[in-house]
């Protein structure tokens, strides 16, 4: 592992401290039993496990990662001391070059409020003062709110694209859905967020996934020759999960076939819109 330039430290735990500051929150490491069985109740509250017979993380497992060196933290009011988000990395390879944050849940009732913001640059910080300069992890391609906040808000870049990537979860968020995920990968020595995208990027995209006016997704291919290309997906793809499992099937599909075949066709994601689309131009 090599040294962290001090001043960019400094600056990581400036924006650490702003941002605890704007949701309300401290962040903490967690070790304890007690903390580890407080933060798997809480993993499991958010992604709703129910009557499935799992868990999300065990609290042992929790114990022995926070123990033998990895990230295990969680997030607190301010005010109350009430554990409200949970997050969870592990040293990836090349061993002493990336972490890779496999988890990071927030209550439902609390998000909105920055916890996540604050959970990464905590995150960052660790990493930076153990000499890690790269984490990743991946994410859901439908979700919207989490697509703005990886490449608008931190500045990822996109490395893969994994189909099915954990098969078939029995958690209430993900059963019956296929789980597809995006790897990203954060360069955490540089500023947190991606250059603006041009003024005029919308007249310059040629859309690749659309959605009409009944809410079905639309594929159209794109020239080579377009500078942008889009691809919209929709707004809230938890809630029409539960509205209409069949339609979110069909945006699975679609979106998949769509970043599939751009990224192998050499296009990269450069940003991702308020609106709810991926832009992409060619690498």
């Known amino acids: 592992m090599s040294a962290i330039d001090s001043q960019v430290l400094a600056v990581a735990e400036d924006e650490l401290a702003a941002a605890q500051e704007a ?3 401290e962040m903490r490491l967690l070790h304890s039993a007690q903390e580890a069985a407080d933060a798997s109740l809480l993993l499991d509250e958010v992604w709703n ?4 017979g799992t868990t999300v993380l065990e609290s042992g497992l929790l114990v022995a990662l926070a123990h033998s060196g990895n990230y295990v933290a969680g997030a607190y009011t301010a005010d109350s001391d009430e554990l409200i988000g949970v997050t969870v990395g592990f040293f990836g390879a090349p061993l002493g070059k990336v972490m890779h944050s496999h988890i990071a849940g927030v209550r439902h009732d609390q998000v909105g409020r920055g916890t996540g913001a604050a959970m990464k640059l905590h995150q960052r910080l660790w990493c930076l003062s153990h ?3 790269q984490m990743t992890w991946t994410f859901d391609p439908l979700i919207a709110r989490n697509a703005y906040f990886n490449f608008h808000r931190l500045g990822t870049s996109a490395q893969e694209y994994f189909e099915d990537f954990y098969g078939q979860m029995r958690d209430g968020v993900n059963a019956g859905q296929a789980s597809d995920r995006m790897l990203v990968s954060w360069r955490l020595d540089r500023p947190a967020r991606r250059e603006a995208l041009p003024a005029d990027v919308a007249e310059r995209c040629s859309p690749a996934l659309t959605c009409d006016e009944a809410g079905e997704p639309v594929l159209t291919e794109v020239p080579r020759t377009a500078d942008y290309v889009s691809a919209r997906v929709p707004a809230d793809i938890e ?3 539960g ?7 069909r945006w699975r599909e679609a979106l998949r076939t769509a970043l599939t075949g751009l990224l192998a066709d050499g296009w990269e994601i450069v ?3 308020r609106t709810g689309e991926y832009i992409l131009t060619h690498a």
Do not use: C, H, K, W
């Open 23 to 25: 949701a309300g929150i």
């Open 239 to 241: 809630s029409l999960r």
């Open 243 to 249: 509205d209409n499992p069949e339609l979110a099937t």
């Open 131 to 133: 000499g890690i300069r």
């Open 49 to 52: 496990v129910g009557q499935a």
């Open 271 to 273: 940003g991702f819109t």
